[in-house]
């Protein structure tokens, strides 16, 4: 992508100098993210070692690592990695099905395509607030249309706290296969025809082409998918926080919130915060790979 | 598809079309049921079996936008006569609007957080892509040294849960006294999109051969003219994408919303939720003002068709 001119041409010698311009465009937004991004994170992480509480004007005390070890000597807390791993798995598993699934019929000439593609891809542009308030109303147990769809008589799917965190991981489905349907849409409609072409004239079977063809071809797109998925799952909040206050659909961003925001064990809350952020950049760091190996091809 | 079909693959494409049909229209009745609910007489929105055929009516938008209190009594019918019709409709449901000093209406608060959350979206969107632009071009056109780094690095900030960053940052904005302030949330917005945006406009900026600034280069212009008279134009379309991608991210944003604000600056998502809790809730408001909320989202849905792949790929993968 260099496009330095020769230094020696008039060109190059007039205006500003492409590094100055370089800097110029680059530099404050760099700085701008260290500000508001590193720096308070610099921040937390000081307060991680205190028995600092926003709430009392109390000074901070140095306490080591004694909150890193009370939050993984915490039950409740192994209980939310697990609520949030099984949210994980639920939701993401689902989409990918869906999405998939979805995909591959939509992956032939259809009346309306353009129209269908946009309209499943609505939700997902939604506000999560908001897709969680008018899931609401469809689960609510009385007269919500989910119950009487399926003949469930006053079956409450958000109070009760083993349906809970199905409801939401279906509410997710919904919200997000349309993202890993796209996504696949894309690497199936890559597929060159002429393979298929060969596969029929050797006569190879439907699952030995899907296998052997369309897999392998559509996998690098719906890794990419898979994984963003599992980092925005894994990083739930609006959702589970809207629909339901059990403790079965406690997922670590609302454990994490409780702490800070309504216990104020602010020290406490920091360094669950780093443990999580640990995990984000792990999953990012993968993320960003296959991106761009992806992008090379 | 092969030119020659056998009549199996006519039929089984045949029932992939029917099940696509017939699964979009599922999978759009929530939609279809917010909507509705928002244009359903009260009584109708919570039946059992649900309303599904009615005369459609806009009073659930008038209770979203006023403030009423319940009367007490008959209205009295000349007062009834020269009401607007809008003010007919609360009568009829025994209710009364508040009314100041000087007999105007008092409004409720929905129309105050949707004009925060217009501000704060525009405000953070229009920072966003101006500095995301620049550093994309930068990105683009120059080398830098650990060039993919930084763009990692830019990147990760975009992946940070956002109740990790809230911690410190209430901390920090309560000392210099941005909580619950539309620049608070303007700042907390822009640092959220501004990793989207250099993606992004990378992306598109990277299509634009550099052919085209050479010229105009050698022509005479500086690195500055040509940027701004040859590139600029060119990146029109990627520009407005990203811009309403950011936007559409600001508008939804509800965690950094309900930590860092509470009144003066709440936007509308942690709004429309907290109507819920006070007394008896009403269904039919609540989806009006989700309806309007998600009008805009859904206008640029359709503006942006083309684009969305880019979009959530971080501007990776191009159609």
């Known amino acids: 992508m260099l496009s330095t001119l020769d230094p020696g041409s008039p060109a190059a010698r007039r205006g500003l100098s492409d590094i100055s311009i370089r800097n110029l465009f680059i530099l404050p937004t760099i700085a701008f993210l260290i500000v508001f991004n590193i720096f308070p994170l610099i921040y937390s992480l000081g307060y991680s070692f205190t028995d600092f509480r926003a709430s009392f004007n109390a000074p901070a005390h140095f306490v080591g690592l004694q909150n890193y070890r009370d939050l993984l000597h915490d039950e409740h807390v192994w209980n939310n990695f697990s609520v949030t791993a099984k949210y994980v798995l639920l939701s993401v598993g689902g989409q990918v099905l869906m999405g998939f699934g979805v995909a591959m019929l939509l992956n032939r000439r259809i009346p309306f395509k353009g129209l269908i593609t946009t309209l499943l891809l609505l939700p997902m542009m939604m506000s999560m607030v908001v897709v969680g308030l008018f899931w609401e109303l469809l689960y609510s147990p009385s007269w919500g249309i989910v119950d009487y769809a399926l003949h469930l008589e006053d079956f409450d799917w958000l109070s009760n706290p083993n349906v809970a965190l199905y409801a939401i991981a279906i509410t997710d489905i919904w919200m997000w296969s349309p993202f890993v349907m796209l996504l696949c849409l894309a690497g199936l409609s890559a597929i060159p025809q002429h393979l298929y072409e060969a596969a029929a004239i050797d006569r190879a079977s439907r699952w030995y082409t899907f296998t052997r063809i369309t897999l392998p071809l559509v996998t690098p797109l719906l890794l990419i998918a898979i994984i963003f998925r599992t980092m925005e799952a894994f990083k739930t909040f609006d959702l589970a926080f809207i629909m339901s206050t059990q403790e079965t659909t406690e997922l670590i961003a609302i454990k994490l919130y409780r702490l800070a925001f309504q216990e104020w064990q602010t020290g406490q809350s920091c360094a669950l915060a780093y443990m999580v952020l640990i995990m984000v950049l792990a999953i990012t760091n993968i993320y960003v790979k296959y991106l761009n190996r992806v992008k090379e091809r | ?319």
Not at chain 2, 249 to 273: D, G, K, S, V
Request: hydrophobic residues 55%.
């Open chain 2, 1 to 319: 598809m092969a030119a020659v079909q056998s009549a199996r693959q006519k039929a089984l494409n045949r029932a992939a079309i029917a099940v696509v049909l017939v699964a979009t229209v599922v999978y759009l009745v929530p939609i279809y049921w917010i909507t509705s609910t928002a244009f359903k007489p009260r009584a109708l929105a919570t039946t059992v079996p649900p309303t599904v055929l009615f005369k459609p009516e806009s009073t659930a938008f008038i209770k979203l936008f006023t403030k009423r209190v319940q009367m007490i009594g008959e209205v009295d019918p000349q007062v009834y006569e020269k009401a607007p019709w809008w003010e007919q409709r609360i009568y009829a449901l025994g209710e009364r609007f508040i009314k100041d000093a000087n007999g105007n209406i008092e409004l409720s608060a929905y129309p105050n957080r949707f004009f925060n959350s217009l501000v704060i979206a525009v405000a953070s969107t229009f920072l966003a892509v101006a500095m995301g632009t620049l550093t994309a071009y930068g990105f683009s056109r120059f080398r830098m040294p650990g060039e993919q780094d930084w763009l990692f690095f830019i990147l990760s900030t975009r992946m940070l849960p956002p109740v990790v960053v809230a911690i410190p940052m209430f901390l920090m904005y309560r000392v210099v006294g941005l909580v619950d302030t539309h620049v608070g949330l303007i700042i907390l917005y822009t640092a959220f999109n501004l990793s989207f945006s250099v993606w992004l406009m990378k992306g598109f900026l990277d299509e634009i051969p550099k052919e085209y600034e050479e010229a105009a280069l050698v022509d005479g212009y500086t690195r500055m003219e040509a940027f701004f008279k040859i590139v600029l134009p060119q990146a029109a379309t990627g520009i407005a994408a990203t811009a309403v991608f950011c936007f559409i991210t600001a508008w939804n944003e509800y965690a950094f919303a309900l930590m860092m604000t509470n009144r003066r600056a709440q936007t509308a998502p942690p709004f429309i939720p907290s109507q819920l809790g006070s007394g008896i809730t009403d269904w039919t408001a609540i989806a009006a003002g989700t309806v309007l909320f998600l009008l805009p989202v859904a206008i640029f849905t359709f503006l942006l068709r083309k684009h969305l792949l880019r979009g959530v790929t971080f501007g990776a993968i191009r159609k």
